[in-house]
């Protein structure tokens, strides 16, 4: 990654030097930050990210694009949520929790966190398979008696 991309943590003694920050580092705290919402299902990502999460690689900035200039930091996070959850509250979360673990952890102040819902995930229904009739060829047996 080129150097300038990095972000310089302003400290008031730079005698010891500089601290930098890869905006990939912001890009994960904001998807841990985000995956920990009550309401939260998951993550958006792309097949790439599908793909690395089969192979057993977590990629914990999964649904989360950092932008920034001179000293705004925009965060856009693509999230699946809980059917049946308020959407505002959950995306109004989502935003305080980012902005507040980003401004704890690197004392950087966020501009805006949009939240992108891409879609909903309902519960899965228990499936009532019995293993010794797995094709269910026994259930008209049953409904008879």
């Known amino acids: 990654m080129a150097e300038e991309s990095k972000i ?14 890869s905006p990939r580092v912001l890009e994960i705290i904001a998807g841990i930050a985000a995956s920990e919402i009550d309401g939260v299902s998951k993550m958006y990502g792309s097949f790439a990210n599908s793909v690395s999460e089969l192979l057993g690689r ?25 059917y049946g ?16 673990q980003i401004n704890l952890m690197t004392d950087l102040k966020v501009k805006e ?12 229904e ?8 797995l094709f269910g060829e026994h259930l008209d047996d049953e409904a008879g008696e």
């Open 8 to 21: 310089v943590l302003s400290s008031e003694d730079q005698s010891l030097g500089t601290i930098q920050i």
């Open 126 to 133: 228990d499936q009532k398979v019995d293993p010794d009739d």
């Open 113 to 124: 966190v949009n939240v992108h819902i891409k879609g909903i995930v309902t519960s899965k």
């Open 85 to 100: 959850v308020s959407v505002p509250k959950v995306a109004a979360m989502i935003q305080d929790k980012v902005k507040q």
């Open 58 to 82: 977590s990629d914990r900035r999964r649904g989360v694009k950092l932008s920034s200039n001179d000293k705004d930091i925009s965060l856009d996070i693509d999230v699946y949520v809980e």
